[in-house]
């Protein structure tokens, strides 16, 4: 097992260096030109004399498999060049705002997993019944809403008409309440009605018929025969959702104006701030790797079956 | 307290981007200031002359004003600055008064002497910029500002907020507020979302702070609101060396028959004052009296009419000789605001039988299609005050520029380009003015430009502020002179 671990551990490096290309191949064969955002930022007309200036000291005039591999030269030593936009070295910045972001996300997958986990049971445990429309009533808003607009809702709500919680800003526990409600719904629903869909199938199984007519106690039947099998996927949706939740922060974050990393890539995206693009796009790619790993080994250690897999791979 | 989508940067007197203006005009001063007639008047600098060639000015700096750390304003520390500024010509020089000074000289403790290459009448104004030429205490530390200004940064805390207190040294009025909160808000709805609900008190400025939309949702709901005097020029530019717009007629017909009044009314909330001309009348040398074209479609189709462009029966797009009255509309795609207008104006043209061909382009091509004059009509905003008229004009004269591609076609290019660079090396007032008014005029008169509305800032605030006032640039937000309601 700590074989297989170490192993994906080494795997991530190939990985991460093909997507810094990519990432790099396709920023710098758009039209885009990052000189022009500088500019604009900073008032000065887009002469073509300005242009080339900005365009040398920022040192895009030079080949691009020179600029790469610099790049990749400085990026091996952890420096990810100097961000475009603040002036400040790229991987300070993202570290600066990575703890507010991870504050969030983690918050939100917490509150993915309590929520999702009871809701799931309880409209599976009631199929039919109330309990169960009204998980699925929220649910489907959930996955329907696009999670900016709850944003706006929520505020509207808890800060225009009840006065309830600030709109924005960072500091109080009041501050996290929306973002994280509006991060963590769609994931939330998604898991609930995942889980309920699961559950209700393992529940229809032979082995759980089986289970009963052996005369099982009705807990032990689902605690070990339905929810054992019913989690599965729910465990591999979890890893998607954190993805997910990162990517939901990028919005979020603007709206609430949440320092984290989010914002500062949106507007890394929106500036062409190439520095922070990549080093961004390999911190994620970093991220959802690990995280995959984490739902692997989960599973192995849930269903014998894939450690059997696993092993003579 | 105020809101801007960043934060206000290290705050170097001649930084650029990340530093942002609004707060380098908060912590440092120039030799003059620009106001909003469009001239100038004495800052830190109490008196000026300039030598009858034209090349050396000569300034009497103000006595007693001291840097926000105590060390005194003199003319030590102005040279100082300024040296900097020209150690650094290549980074500075898009400023024409950079490459164009040549040294400068502090000969006794209040007196500051520039030296130019040649006469340049725009020097005061280019003083008066934001950036690269105010001035800054000699021995600071980056990161920690130290001005002549109103205000001092007190805090920043990155992706959160700047704060700023009162200069207790500061050399004028002082401010009625103690201090400006700036908080780092980057998204224009959660911006307004936040003025409701008392996060911030003050929504100010000229660069999409909030959408028109939003605007007129808050001035609806009871928030007072301002809008400032015309600041820079919505406008197109006509191609006049390519293409059916090289026609004078075609032009002028564009221009009488597109609804200026209804755009507004529909696109921009009615928020901007109708644009007739290339300038605002309230511009430097603009208010010139010139013949707006007035809106008039029929006068349109019949001027195209008699200029050869004729609408075969059923067709819905004039000709002339075979060729299609077809012209492609270059617009930045991105810019819902552009592609809007460009659609209306779309709309409108086709009613006289002129075919637009809408090109939504990403915002590099679009620099190129500038520069290699690849369109027919294009977006090309004036820069606002206090680059226009002269910084705008001075740029028309070189290739690489939409206005110079938009004008090459015309007969009397060269006399223009000749008369700006003679403009802009006058040192006669009145000499100068009749240059303006030639320039204007024949721009005016050849059609070159489609003038839409003026651009002007907008400011919403909370009951919490009684009184707020506009800057005379599209940079500057004068926190010093606003006042916060009276307790009674």
Redesign the interface.
């Given at each position: 097992m700590l074989r297989y671990i170490l192993l994906r551990l080494v795997l991530l490096l190939p990985v991460m260096f093909g997507v810094s290309l990519l990432v790099f191949v396709l920023l710098h064969l758009g039209s885009t030109d990052p000189a022009l955002d500088y500019l604009r930022l900073s008032h000065i007309p887009p002469t073509d004399a300005a242009i080339a200036e900005v365009r040398h000291a920022l040192g895009l005039d030079r080949p691009l498999y020179e600029q790469y591999l610099t790049w990749l030269w400085k990026a091996l030593h952890l420096d990810f060049g100097i961000s475009y936009l603040t002036g400040r070295p790229v991987l300070d910045d993202l570290l600066y705002y990575l703890p507010a972001t991870l504050q969030l996300g983690g918050l939100a997958l917490a509150c993915t997993l309590l929520l999702s986990i009871p809701l799931g049971l309880m409209a599976a445990r009631w199929q039919g019944r109330w309990p169960d429309h009204a998980v699925r009533a929220v649910t489907f808003l959930g996955v329907s809403m696009p999670n900016f607009w709850l944003a706006f809702l929520l505020i509207a709500l808890f800060s225009l008409w009840l006065g309830w919680l600030p709109p924005l800003g960072r500091g109080t526990a009041g501050q996290l309440v929306m973002p994280v409600l509006a991060i963590a719904l769609m994931s939330m629903s998604i898991n609930a009605r995942l889980l309920r869909a699961s559950l209700l199938e393992a529940s229809g199984q032979r082995h759980v018929t089986y289970a009963r007519a052996r005369g099982l106690p009705e807990r032990q039947v689902w605690r070990d025969h339905v929810l054992r099998n019913a989690w599965l996927p729910f465990v591999t949706a979890t890893g998607m959702h954190v993805g997910e939740l990162i990517g939901g922060a990028l919005v979020i974050e603007t709206i609430f104006a949440w320092p984290g990393v989010g914002r500062f890539a949106v507007s890394a995206v929106l500036n062409r701030d190439f520095p922070v693009m990549q080093c961004f796009t390999l911190l994620l790619t970093g991220l959802l790797m690990v995280c995959n790993l984490l739902v692997d080994v989960c599973y192995a250690w849930l269903d014998p079956r894939s450690r059997l897999e696993g092993a003579s791979a | 307290m105020y809101s801007w989508?960043?934060n206000a940067?290290?705050l170097d007197p001649r930084g650029?981007?990340?530093n942002q203006?609004y707060a380098q005009a908060m912590v440092y001063e120039p030799l003059v200031r620009y106001t909003h007639a469009g001239t100038v008047e004495p800052w830190l600098a109490t008196r000026w002359y300039v030598s009858e060639d034209g090349k050396t000015y000569t300034f009497t700096l103000r006595d007693g004003v001291r840097f926000s750390d105590g060390t005194p304003f003199d003319s030590t520390a102005a040279k100082a600055n300024l040296d900097a500024v020209l150690a650094n010509r290549?980074?500075h020089?898009?400023m024409e008064l950079v490459s164009t000074l040549e040294h400068v000289e502090a000969p006794d403790r209040l007196t500051l002497r520039l030296v130019l290459k040649h006469p340049y009448y725009p020097t005061l104004m280019e003083l008066a910029q934001v950036r690269p030429l105010r001035f800054g205490a000699v021995d600071t530390k980056p990161g920690q500002p130290v001005g002549t200004g109103p205000w001092m940064r007190a805090e920043s805390r990155?992706?959160?907020f700047d704060r700023f207190v009162r200069n207790p040294l500061y050399w004028g009025p002082k401010p009625a507020f103690d201090e400006v909160m700036v908080?780092?808000?980057?998204?224009p709805?959660?911006r307004a979302?936040?003025l409701?609900?008392g996060?911030v008190e003050l929504i100010q400025g000229a660069a999409g702070e909030i959408t028109a939309g939003t605007f007129v949702r808050l001035r609806d709901q009871g928030y007072a609101t301002a809008l400032s005097a015309p600041l820079a020029t919505r406008t197109l530019a006509m191609n006049t060396g390519r293409g059916a717009t090289r026609d004078l007629a075609v032009r002028q017909a564009i221009n009488e028959a597109v609804n200026k009044q209804a755009i507004i009314d529909k696109i921009l909330y009615g928020l901007e004052p109708r644009a007739d001309t290339l300038f605002a009348r309230n511009m430097p040398y603009a208010d010139i009296g010139l013949k707006p074209y007035p809106y008039d479609p029929a006068q349109a189709k019949q001027a195209l009419e008699s200029a050869g462009w004729a609408l075969a029966p059923g067709a819905p797009v004039r000709s002339k000789g075979g060729e299609p009255l077809s012209i492609e509309l270059v617009f930045l795609g991105t810019s819902a605001l552009q592609k809007s207008l460009a659609e209306v104006l779309q709309g409108e043209l086709a009613k006289v039988g002129i075919h637009i061909e809408l090109r939504a382009v990403?915002?590099?091509?679009l620099?190129?299609r500038q520069?290699d004059g690849d369109f027919g009509m294009i977006f090309a905003d004036t820069?606002g005050a206090p680059?226009d008229p002269h910084?705008f004009v001075s740029?028309m004269r070189?290739a690489?520029?939409a206005d110079y591609m938009a004008q090459r076609g015309l007969a009397i290019k060269n006399e223009l380009d000749q008369r700006i660079g003679k403009v802009l090396a006058s040192t006669d007032e009145k000499q100068r003015a009749e240059q303006y008014r030639f320039i204007l005029t024949t721009l005016h008169e050849q059609a070159v430009y489609l003038p839409i509305s003026h651009l002007t800032a907008i400011s919403v605030r909370r009951s919490s502020v009684e009184h707020v006032e506009f800057g005379s640039t599209l940079?500057d937000v004068p926190f010093e002179a606003m006042t916060p309601k009276q307790e009674h």
């Open positions: - | 989508p960043v940067g290290p650029y981007s990340p203006m290549q980074r020089r898009w990155l992706g959160e908080k780092v808000i980057p998204d709805n959660s979302l936040a409701q609900a996060e990403e915002e590099g091509a620099v190129r520069r820069w680059y910084s740029s070189y690489g520029h940079f």
